[in-house]
């Protein structure tokens, strides 16, 4: 069996699995900062217990993704060892970072946010909510700064023996694809937490139960969508599309499916890539708009595949379909949530069932937008796990041999498996319960009495 | 540089013993000592507020490993393959066993989180002692500086050893014993009535089984590795470490005997700090020696990152562990106090 490939599939099945929750607790923890905010100006204890139920929902959440996130960080070292021997000293700093700046702030106020309401002060609840925001977002940032680092390699030289020194620590925190890649990041995980919170509303409208909080999930969720959703295609995606094409050039044209280099080119609607033929059959084009996309005029030439070797083509079809489907994706929230938003202006969207239904169905999509947005990043990168420096077959644990890697694979996909289940019985519990219970009665209570 | 790096390392890794050690103990004592719902709920709601915070400090020694020590990480992690990965699914089961149960209000359910949470922090604290214990033992490093383990071989300790042989089996022991009373210690101070007597009489019962395996350790440790005094008797000093772990011992009898938790909680974090300080001073500068050849070990020398990143590193390092500790001192004195038995609300509700 090939051992590369069973270790790119394990990080692949372990990392995909893992960034369903993170996605949805970095987007929830805005949205109940939102909430908490809305709480202390109007002084409607609605935004209280809306919060206190999605802090629920958030904390089942975190604990899935801080179980399956620990398994993250150790697998650079057990299955990527040769690659974290060379680049632990630059990328390993935002690792670090991330426990000891984000991580550490993030698990201290979540206990204080979640079961400490009862001694504090609404303010000070207000600023619990607001430092698990800010431990989250910055967790996100570090992260992407150790990714972004391995798409664009900056402030590093490279020794003799192969292994990367950092050279400049400002330069490597503000590496411009990361700034860039992490606002696309953090904007997605809004529009999932927007989806989450919003198609909750729908569901409990559509069931006609706990109404009014139905209705505030639905106003802060479609107002959070609607701006978020924009701001995924413009500016951040297409920034980040034209910071592509000009450093991963062959990863652009497999993306777009452009097999040749093409002044004006068009762009792929929908099509499916034949590799062996170089063409997209089936092909549904617009003419012109590729080139004006990556490069502002509709006559610059943008590079094919027939341009580059194929020893440095990622995987096309995987890739094509990837970014595609994510693209999509991202096109259907804009519609769906610009028509709630005007909806919502227009005082229908309570009554609109039609759209209920839509915005209840469209739950799923941001996480399936998310992970293909990932796959994107990730395959296209390929073949390197250092963009232009470091193979993928480089990198592995040449001494941990196929079978221990399957063996620890089929352990995650069955660990997994029952996470997953919890999982949604533990979510289909809470929203059977509702955001209606009262302070005192279960939670947000210190465990604390007798001194 | 690279002796304070040594050190920082050492000093995460003891901190999460440290730390995590309380959160394991409590859950190895779980089903023994809680026996109705409302003292299970008790014993999770001592750990539930810290326990996360805890284990951050073992994310945070592992990063400080990668980026510091890169071969030392590259190597360890890769050839401990088998065990970590077993750690890691442990630590999946006793995560969901501490902060689940309280989303479910069901015999069966509550049941089952509390076998996850006993069966993995048990299983947890003995596999963290067999691998302190492998790192003391050494392991058969290749000239590229990497190895692989099988779990065990001929549980002897050979040139080709197994995760498990004799010495690391008596490691994870002296460490289970050491944090569940360490665990012990801490559900005294936090509980009060049955739960704090059963935790007591615990601690004191296996206090004697503490001492003889600390004396067998050190024993089977020099008999296997006589090099490892070469540092104490460079530095006579360090001579100092196993005295204070053997007045913390006696400190534990002491205390526990005047019925004073705190202090006998703070004698087991000592023994703790200590023992493991001590390993660390025999070790310096090894990070992972080999069974086969000492010019193969890894050292502070071979395996540490570039100055720039280190000095770079120790800014922002000492920054945020100060603020962490900032956080740390705020937390465990908002939650102070003893968690009361009965009441309908709480933690683990």
């Known amino acids: 069996m090939d051992m590369l490939l069973i270790h790119r599939l394990h990080f692949a099945f372990t990392i995909t699995f893992h960034y369903l929750f993170p996605q949805l607790t970095m987007g929830l923890a805005l949205l109940i900062v939102v909430l908490k905010t809305l709480a202390l100006h109007t002084k409607n204890e609605i935004y209280n217990q809306a919060a206190r139920f999605w802090g629920r929902i958030f904390g089942i959440n975190f604990i899935l993704g801080v179980v399956t996130g620990i398994p993250m960080e150790f697998q650079f070292g057990t299955n990527w060892s040769q690659f974290s021997r060379g680049t ?9 970072m991330e426990g000891v700046f984000a991580f550490f702030l993030e698990s201290a106020f979540l206990g204080l946010f979640l079961y400490g309401e009862k001694r504090l002060t609404p303010r000070g609840h207000w600023w619990a909510a607001f430092l698990v925001f800010v431990g989250s977002w910055l967790s996100g940032y570090f992260i992407i700064v150790a990714d972004a680092w391995m798409q664009h390699p900056v402030a590093f030289e490279r020794a003799p023996d192969g292994v990367f020194h950092l050279t400049s620590f400002w330069g490597l925190l503000s590496n411009p694809w990361a700034l860039i890649q992490y606002a696309h990041n953090m904007s997605g995980s809004v529009i999932t937490g927007a989806f989450v919170m919003a198609g909750l509303g729908a569901f409990y409208l559509l069931e006609e139960k706990f109404v009014e909080h139905a209705r505030v999930f639905l106003r802060v969720g479609v107002i959070a969508g609607v701006i978020f959703s924009i701001i995924q295609v413009f500016p951040t995606g297409d920034l980040h599309g034209k910071y592509m094409a000009r450093h991963q050039p062959v990863t652009t044209a497999a993306m777009e499916g452009l097999f040749k280099s093409e002044a004006g080119a068009p762009i792929v609607i929908l099509g499916q890539p034949d590799v062996e033929h170089q063409r997209i059959d089936n092909p549904l084009l617009v003419n012109k708009v590729l080139s004006f996309l990556t490069y502002g005029t509709t006559t610059a030439e943008v590079k094919g595949l027939d341009e580059f070797p194929k020893e440095v083509w990622p995987n096309i079809p995987l890739l094509y379909y990837s970014y595609h489907i994510m693209v999509g994706l991202g096109t259907i929230f804009v519609a769906v949530m610009v028509a709630a938003a005007f909806l919502l202006s227009w005082k229908r969207l309570y009554q609109a069932r039609w759209m209920l239904w839509i915005i209840l169905l469209s739950v799923p999509l941001p996480y399936i937008a998310n992970t293909a947005g990932w796959m994107t990043a990730e395959i296209g990168r390929q073949p390197w796990l250092v963009y232009g420096l470091l193979r993928t077959n480089e990198g592995y644990s040449k001494n941990v041999h196929a079978g221990n890697g399957l063996f620890t694979l089929l352990g995650f996909m069955g660990m997994y498996t029952m996470l997953a289940i919890l999982f949604l019985f533990l979510m289909n519990h809470e929203i059977a319960h509702g955001p209606e219970r009262e302070i005192g009665s279960t939670d947000a209570v210190l465990p604390i009495t007798v001194a | 540089m690279l002796f304070i790096w040594f050190w920082l390392v050492a000093a995460m890794i003891t901190a ?45 020694g592992g990063g400080t490993l990668f980026f510091a020590f890169p071969l030392l990480y590259a190597s360890g992690f890769s050839g401990f393959y088998l065990p970590l990965m077993i750690i890691l699914w442990l630590l999946v089961l006793r995560g969901i066993g501490i902060e689940l149960r309280m989303h479910l209000n069901s015999p069966v359910w509550r049941g089952f989180f509390d076998g996850c949470f006993a ?40 040139p080709e050893p197994g995760v498990l042989d004799w010495y690391t089996v008596i490691a994870g022991l002296i460490a289970l014993v050491a944090l569940t009373i360490h665990g012990a210690h801490y559900v005294a101070v936090k509980t009060s009535g049955d739960l704090n007597l059963r935790s007591r009489r615990l601690a004191s019962a296996f206090w004697l089984v503490l001492v003889l395996l600390t004396f067998i350790s050190l024993w089977s440790t020099l ?11 460079r530095h006579t000093f360090l001579y100092g470490v196993p005295v204070i772990v053997a007045a913390s011992l006696a400190a534990m009898f002491v205390y526990r005997r005047k019925g004073n938790d705190k202090a006998a909680f703070l004698a087991s974090s000592a023994y703790l700090l200590f023992m493991l300080v001590g390993a660390a001073a025999a070790m310096y500068p090894n990070l992972l020696v080999s069974s086969t050849e000492p010019a193969l070990n890894i050292t502070v020398y071979n395996a540490a990152s570039g100055s720039y990143a280190l000095s770079i590193g120790l800014i922002f390092w000492s920054l945020g562990m100060l603020i962490a500790l900032g956080y740390f001192v705020f937390i465990y004195r908002m939650f102070k106090g003893k968690v009361s038995a009965g009441g309908g609300h709480g933690y683990a509700d």
């Open chain 2, 119 to 158: 069966i993995s922090s048990f299983l947890l604290a003995l596999f963290y002692g067999v691998a302190l214990g492998n790192v003391i033992r050494g392991v058969p490093l290749q000239k590229d500086g990497y190895f692989f383990l099988p779990l065990w071989t001929d549980w002897r300790v050979g």
């Open chain 1, 88 to 96: 632990g000293g630059v990328i390993g700093q935002p690792v670090v």
């Open chain 2, 223 to 233: 008999s296997i590795r006589p090099e490892l005094l070469a540092n104490y008797r």
């Open chain 2, 16 to 60: 999460y013993v440290m730390l995590d050690g309380f959160d394991l103990g409590a859950g190895i004592l779980h089903l023994w000592i809680a026996k109705t719902d409302a003292e299970r709920r008790t014993v999770i709601r001592t750990v539930g507020p810290v326990w996360d915070g805890n284990e951050v400090a073992l994310i945070a």
